[in-house]
């Protein structure tokens, strides 16, 4: 779907539903489906989440879709809040790069800004609350398993 007639797409669900306080019912579960389906596809094919400072507006601008409207997407379909919801995949990334041995070299300052963190504290944080586990712990029990 190109991007002007998807954005018609949404429009025609949200229109001026900000002001009235916005809902699922707005989208029928198969729409909500198909621009979770893109979503997902923009976060894999062009991986955002690796950009320092890539912000809802960002995302909005990248999609074509108005940040507000963005944002409760994801609050309401996904779950979570855009920060988490970038974080989740840069914390995915630093896992596929751990599992890879490709972080064998690499001290957590550099990993935290090779999967787009800002620092290294916040992605100590968000790899904890994604994996249960600090990044330094998940990567000696995966090389010590391997």
């Not at 599992?99 to 300052?109: F, I, P, Q, R």
Request: hydrophobic fraction near 35%; aromatic fraction near 16%.
């Amino acid at each position: 779907m190109k991007k002007k007639k998807f954005f018609s797409f949404l429009q025609f669900f949200w229109h001026d539903k900000k002001k009235k306080g916005a809902s699922k019912e707005y989208m029928s579960s198969q729409q909500i489906e198909v621009l979770k389906a893109r979503l997902e596809e923009f976060m894999v094919q062009k991986q955002p989440f690796l950009k320092q400072g890539y912000s809802i507006k960002d995302m909005s601008n990248d999609l074509d879709i108005p940040a507000y409207q963005l944002s409760g997407f994801i609050n309401r379909n996904i779950g979570m809040h855009f920060n988490d919801f970038l974080n989740k995949s840069r914390v995915k990334y630093c896992e596929d790069l751990i599992k890879n041995n490709l972080a064998l070299k690499t001290n957590l300052k550099e990993l935290a800004f090779k999967c787009g963190f800002n620092n290294r504290n916040s992605f100590t944080t968000a790899f904890k609350k994604f994996t249960g586990q600090t990044p330094s712990d998940y990567t000696k029990h995966h090389y010590t398993i391997h």
